[in-house]
């Protein structure tokens, strides 16, 4: 009889425990109606997602690591605005700026902040310095030294070929440099249905990556300059397979740098998603589409869409997370990086989850 008391003591701690376990497990929250969120975190710990809703923009905060979050603000009506297939609103952070970048399928790409003092939006300010550009209604956005950001984007000037421009921010998003070539391929254009997307660090270094159209192959290729993008490298591919295709992947992949200034990349080739170091060989991670990626003071980790189910892992880990079902994860480090911020899109609704790394 004392046995059979003993282990019923027993399994009660265990259910107890699992029971706990549970309750304080990660778990989703709906912060709203909308498509193609995309995430950042500042140096305090705010977690910021801007995501976009028929022709407007709107933005969510949470201040308690993803306990709770705002009630979504829109800050900006965009007529055309770009919010599918990775065609979203991009958002990052300086010390004193929130910086904002959205495409329309008009041709234009257009900036907003929001001065961290006062707490409030700009008006839209356009980018492009020649009118409807950019009719893919791609954009990338990063933030780098001080209040310096960065944008890329797919343009057609001069010729209607698609090619890689940019331009670049020294108060935080409120003026912009000319924008500049920063890659035509000699093939005409590059892959005019993948996003390109950049990176910076504290350092000056930019990096650009973006899937290029050569010899009938749509691979991967890097850009980096080290003087706070003024001038770039020559252009390098990205790991050693190809990928012949005669047809639009809508899929243009990721790329992080760590406190080392080491270059990790992440794309899809065919239905496989590799990871990449510059200059060598690429690993293959799981099959899927639209990865993304964040380094962390535990590595790099990434997450991925794959049969209706965003999925994460870290550099080194065994497991992948299930983070829920949806497509176009975004995702973001929070500080001490042993967490994650991942946003995503299900059924025309916009979800988050801070998960552990």
């Known amino acids: 009889m004392k046995k059979l008391v003993v282990i019923a003591a027993v399994l009660l701690v265990i259910w107890g425990q699992v029971a706990f376990n549970q309750a304080q497990s990660p778990t989703e929250s709906t912060i709203g109606a909308g498509k193609q969120p995309d995430v950042c975190v500042d140096t305090k710990g705010q977690i ?20 709770s979050f705002t009630q979504p603000v829109k800050i900006a009506t965009l007529p055309k605005l770009a919010s599918a297939s990775s065609r979203g609103a991009k ?34 300010a356009k980018i492009n310095d020649v009118d409807t550009v950019a009719k893919e209604g791609f954009v990338g956005l990063a933030a780098g030294k001080e209040d310096r950001v960065y944008t890329v984007w797919l343009d057609l000037r001069n010729d209607r070929k698609n090619k890689i421009y940019g331009a670049a921010s020294e108060n935080g998003g409120q003026s912009w440099t000319a924008n500049k070539l920063l890659y035509r391929s000699p093939d005409k254009s590059v892959c005019e249905c993948c996003r390109p997307t950049i990176v910076a660090d504290v350092k000056g270094n930019v990096h650009v990556m973006f899937r290029n159209w050569l010899n009938g192959s749509r691979d991967m290729y890097l850009l980096s300059s080290a003087d706070n993008g003024r001038n770039f ?20 992949g990721d790329l992080a740098v760590d406190a080392n200034g080491k270059i990790n990349t992440v794309w899809r080739r065919d239905k496989e998603i590799f990871t990449a170091l510059p200059g060598l060989p690429e690993k293959k991670l799981s099959e899927g589409r639209t990865p993304v990626l964040i380094e962390t003071v535990q590595g790099p980790a990434v997450a991925w869409q794959q049969n209706g189910e965003i999925l994460l892992q870290r550099s080194g880990s065994l497991s992948v997370q299930n983070i829920g079902k949806g497509a176009y994860p975004a995702l973001a480090a929070l500080p001490g ?21």
């Open 48 to 67: 910021k997602i801007v995501f976009g809703q028929a022709d407007n923009l709107y933005y969510v905060t949470s201040a308690d690591n993803g306990k």
């Open 91 to 124: 958002i990052a952070v300086t010390p004193n700026y929130t910086v904002i970048a959205a495409a329309t399928f008009a041709g234009n790409i257009y900036a907003l902040r929001m001065p961290h003092k006062t707490g409030k939006w700009s008006a839209p």
């Open 233 to 252: 490298k020559k252009v390098q591919k990205l790991g050693i397979g190809t990928w012949p295709l005669n047809a639009c992947p809508m899929d243009g």
């Open 337 to 357: 990086g042993k967490s994650a911020v991942c946003a995503w899109e299900r059924d025309g609704q916009v979800l988050v989850k801070v998960v552990p790394l």
